[in-house]
C-alpha cells in the first residue's frame, strides 16, 4: 500500500508496510518542518548527499522539488527494499543513486549492530557498541558488512562533491566526519543531529565543521519517534562562512 502526501503543493507517494512507515508519512510535514525548509532554500539542479536516508522522506523530497542529484546513504538491509520503492514510486530512479554500505572513520570489516529489525526502524551503528545517546545500543540484530570513508567513496567513484549534506547516523556522525576533511571542505551547507549529553560525539563534529570553514547557524530539537528517546538531541545547521 502506498499514501500520498503533499508539502508546499510538491506531491510524493511513499510505501507503509506497517503502523511506523505510516507514522513517518503522516508526520511528513510536521516531524522536521526545518529539514524540508532547509531543503527548499537548496539552489536547484546541485548534488546532495543524504548520510542515513532511512526509507528516503528527504531525498526523494529534494530530487523531486529541487531536482537534486542525490546519493542516498543506507546500511540498513530492512531499508533498503522501501528505500528503492519509494524512489521508483516517485519516478527518481535518474536523479537518486542508493549506497549501501556504512560510512565510517576506517575502510574495513566490522559489525552492523541494530536494534530493531522493522522495515523503517532506526538506531543501529557500525563498528560500535553505543548509540545515538553514547550509551550500549540494545542489540537486536547485526551482520559483518564493509564499511568506508566518505573521503574514499568520493575518491574511488571519482563523485562530485556535495553542495548539501544531511547526516544522522544515530551516533557515530564524529568518526564519519573524522575522515571527511576533503568532502566537508566543498560542502556549502550541513544539516546533522548531535546529542548535546553525548559530548564525544557533538564536541567532535562542532570541531571537524568549524575546521572546514563551516559556521553554525542554528537548531532545532528532534523529534521523537514513540519506540525512541531522543533527550538533548537536536538537528543543526552549519554553513560556509
Not at 545515538?132 to 559483518?144: A, C, E, I, N, R
Not at 523529534?223 to 543543526?236: G, R
Request: glycine share 6%; with cysteine.
Amino acid at each position: 500500500n502506498f499514501k500520498y502526501v503533499q508539502h508546499n503543493n510538491n506531491k510524493l507517494k511513499f510505501i507503509v508496510p506497517n503502523t511506523l512507515n505510516d507514522y513517518r508519512i503522516n508526520t511528513f510535514s510536521s516531524k522536521e518542518p526545518e529539514t524540508l525548509d532547509w531543503i527548499d532554500k537548496f539552489s536547484k539542479d546541485k548534488v546532495f548527499w543524504d548520510v542515513g536516508a532511512n526509507i528516503g522522506l528527504y531525498s526523494c523530497y529534494a530530487a523531486k522539488t529541487r531536482n537534486c542529484k542525490v546519493i542516498a546513504f543506507e546500511p540498513s538491509v530492512f531499508n533498503l527494499e522501501l528505500l528503492s520503492r519509494n524512489i521508483s514510486a516517485n519516478k527518481l530512479e535518474d536523479l537518486i543513486s542508493i549506497f549501501s554500505l556504512p560510512l565510517t572513520n576506517i575502510n574495513g570489516i566490522s559489525t552492523m549492530t541494530m536494534s530493531t529489525t522493522e522495515w523503517g526502524g532506526a538506531l543501529s551503528t557500525f563498528g560500535q557498541s553505543y548509540g545515538q545517546d553514547g550509551l550500549p545500543l540494545q542489540k537486536t540484530f547485526s551482520y559483518k558488512s564493509f564499511g568506508i570513508t566518505m573521503d574514499n567513496f568520493a575518491q574511488i567513484f571519482n563523485l562530485p562533491m556535495p553542495k548539501y549534506l544531511k547526516m544522522d547516523v544515530d551516533g557515530i556522525e564524529h568518526l564519519i566526519l573524522g575522515n571527511s576533511k576533503t568532502v566537508l571542505k566543498k560542502v556549502d551547507s550541513v544539516l546533522i543531529e548531535l546529542n548535546d549529553d553525548f559530548l564525544e560525539q557533538s564536541e567532535g563534529c562542532k570541531k571537524l565543521l568549524s575546521e572546514a570553514g563551516l559556521k553554525f547557524m542554528e537548531k532545532w530539537p528532534t523529534a521523537k519517534l514513540a519506540c525512541t528517546q531522543l533527550n538533548n538531541s537536536y538537528n543543526q545547521i552549519w554553513v560556509r562562512n
